[in-house]
């Protein structure tokens, strides 16, 4: 059979410092750059790009340069992200790299590239083919500020069970996880203005 290339990557998306394990995994196409990548993440997790973001690759960092984050120190140099695709990465060294959202919460994304895929028909979008658990609420203060939100929601005695209940849309199921929901965030995540949900929806029944 000739050969024949890649137009896709098959990547898995883990939130750090959560165990369970929250992931998503995706596959994009091959010639998308890392601000493409950026809001396909975005609507896996159903992240509201509410916050800053950058990706963090070789000691190297990739964000929106358009964004004006004067007098924001975070280090080095800021590059832009839409200069990077994924075709740039070596197929055989399989990088893995961080992907930060919302730097006061600090959520660390790890991003590993799994395989390269050859579909019939090179994708124009990207689609979520597998996941796990639900992932935590926007604002929520991080890994910490996650932890001490399971355990008041699960304590329907707690004095802030209520208020926090009714923040985060009435119900949280940790475990939730909807993948043809996702799949739909994902295809159109480079759609603009379209909304997503905010919040997990009512349980069927």
């Not at 929901?181 to 069927?204: H, M």
Request: charged share 25%; hydrophobic share 35%; net charge negative.
């Amino acid at each position: 059979m000739p050969y024949e290339p890649p137009n896709a990557l098959q990547i898995r998306i883990t939130l750090e410092e959560i165990e369970p394990a929250i992931w998503r995994r995706l596959v994009v196409p091959w010639t998308w750059n890392l601000g493409q990548l950026h809001l396909a993440i975005q609507a896996a997790f159903n992240w509201q790009n509410y916050h800053l973001h950058e990706f963090q690759i070789g000691g190297l960092r990739f964000g929106d340069t358009e964004i004006d984050n004067e007098g924001m120190d975070y280090g080095a140099r800021l590059f832009d992200e839409r200069g990077v695709r994924l075709l740039d990465f070596s197929r055989r060294q399989r990088p893995s790299f961080i992907y930060s959202y919302d730097f006061g919460d600090g959520w660390e994304h790890r991003v590993e590239i799994e395989e390269d895929i050859t579909l019939p028909v090179p994708p124009r979008a990207a689609t979520c083919i597998a996941g796990a658990r639900a992932c935590p609420p926007e604002d929520v203060g991080g890994p910490i500020g996650y932890e001490r939100f399971l355990e008041i929601m699960a304590d329907a005695d707690h004095p802030e069970h209520g208020d926090l209940k009714a923040w985060c849309g009435g119900r949280f199921d940790p475990e939730w996880f909807d993948l043809a929901l996702a799949d739909k965030y994902v295809k159109n995540a480079l759609r603009p203005s379209i909304r997503r949900r905010v919040g997990q929806p009512k349980p069927k029944g």
